[in-house]
């Protein structure tokens, strides 16, 4: 499957998450930290699953899926153990043209979640493009032991340096340029400090 791979501001977006189980868990909680407005809706859902959208005053829907409960998301989640169910929600959105992600179906969707690492505000994903999440998480976890909570601490002092650049009123190449070498100086000086540790 061919993608394009982008962030999308989702802040205040709804949201609809289709499932209560643990797949529909951790698409909650990869939601919650984006700002979205999430709808559930399971016929039955985990108690830890329940008390983290009770948590964060999530709506909870006790029912069956209905195409209506998709009416006006932004972005819809088939994370139901039910396959036939989950092809239904996707049917529902590609024909409203809602974004719509289908967990146990990457290609009958048609946007993906990524495995994600964050290190603060730096983000790092990785997709197999549908083919293999599994494939993607062991990758993540790889890049985990390279890139660690120090990247997010220089990309903190690029942002600054690089607000005082914007502030001057250029933002030329050449600033570009400059915030590259410096990005590049600042991972060898972590890198050489770890080589000494």
Known sequence: MQTLSMNIVIKGRLV???GGG???LRKLRTLLTTGATVRLVATRILPELAMLAEQQGVQVRHAAYNSSDIDDAFLA???TDVEALNQQI????NTRGILVSVADNPASGNCLFPALLRRDDLE??????GNC???????R???ATVIGNEYGQILTQLTQEREKLLTDGDASTYNALVLRSRAV???????ERKDNE
């Open 77 to 79: 989640i088939a994370a």
């Open 185 to 191: 100086q600042l991972i060898s000086e972590q890198t």
């Open 90 to 93: 996707a049917a529902d959105a």
């Open 22 to 24: 643990p797949v529909a």
């Open 141 to 143: 976890d790889v890049i």
């Open 16 to 18: 609809v998450v289709v």
């Open 133 to 139: 999440p599994a494939f993607a998480v062991v990758v």
């Open 124 to 129: 790092i994903a990785v997709s197999t493009g």
